[in-house]
């Protein structure tokens, strides 16, 4: 069974400063994706990486992708009130109609004046 | 980006009765659409992948005789819990992707109380 595990679950941290979120998963994968999930909301999309050694970066955020260690990382750079919700990132196994995502833990931020 | 939408958005229904939750993608033909479960505090756990003239294909744990999925065209697909309990209270999420295509859109969600 497919194992995707976050690290830390809960994040506090003060504006300005940086953190990173560890995102292990225990199976061959080389497509993952992050969300951003506010309370009582749904997904929004952050990233897709879909292949080993891929990084991307939106804003304050930067996502990489590890896929022999199996591991993904959202980087949070000089932290705003506005980033705090829960991130998910998830795991895509299976090709074609039998592709399906596995969410990880998530890990829910809070970002303190 | 291509717009997925659910209704209700919320739900409130008596313990015994069924419930419809319609998905459909507004701008794009979604091939497969996924439908999932998400308890308060917790990771959303996918219930079933439905293909456009397909029957669905369930999770391990998820009855599909109370989860009754129908996927008949290619913008819309129904989540119907039948005999609802209070233990189906939950937020229902549904995504959908077009065949070719990684990415996957996700509806804003259906939160159903079962009283």
């Known amino acids: 069974e497919l194992k995707v595990e976050q690290n830390p679950l809960f994040l506090s941290m003060q504006e300005g400063k940086n953190y990173t979120i560890y995102c292990n998963y225990s199976?061959?994968?080389?497509?993952l994706y992050w969300y951003r999930q506010d309370p009582g909301k749904s997904l929004e999309s952050l990233f897709v990486?879909?292949?080993?050694?891929a990084v991307k970066q939106e804003g304050r955020l930067m996502a990489s992708l590890d896929t022999k260690a199996r591991l993904s990382t959202l980087h949070i750079t000089a932290a705003v009130h506005d980033l705090s919700a829960t991130y998910f990132c998830?795991?895509?196994?299976?090709?074609?109609?039998?592709?399906?995502?596995?969410f990880g833990t998530g890990t829910r931020l809070q970002v303190t004046l | 980006g291509a717009v997925v939408s659910q209704h209700p958005s919320r739900v409130i229904c008596k313990s015994g009765t069924s419930v419809k939750i319609e998905c459909r993608s507004l701008?794009?033909?979604?091939?497969?659409m996924f439908w999932y479960r998400q308890f308060p505090k917790q990771s959303l756990m996918l219930m079933a992948t439905?293909?456009?003239?397909?029957?669905?294909?369930?999770e391990q744990g998820v009855e599909k005789d109370k989860f009754l999925i129908n996927h008949a065209s290619l913008t819309l697909s129904t989540l119907t819990v039948t005999s609802a309990h209070p233990e189906d209270s939950s937020f229902y999420i549904c995504?959908?992707?077009?065949?070719?295509?990684?990415?996957?859109?996700f509806g804003p969600g259906t939160r159903l109380t079962v009283l």
């Open positions: 199976t061959t994968s080389d497509r």
């Open positions: 998830a795991v895509d196994t299976g090709t074609g109609t039998a592709s399906k995502l596995t």
């Open positions: 701008d794009f033909q979604a091939t497969t």
């Open positions: 995504s959908a992707r077009t065949s070719g295509v990684s990415q996957r859109y």
């Open positions: 439905s293909n456009e003239g397909s029957k669905a294909t369930y």
């Open positions: 990486l879909l292949s080993n050694g």
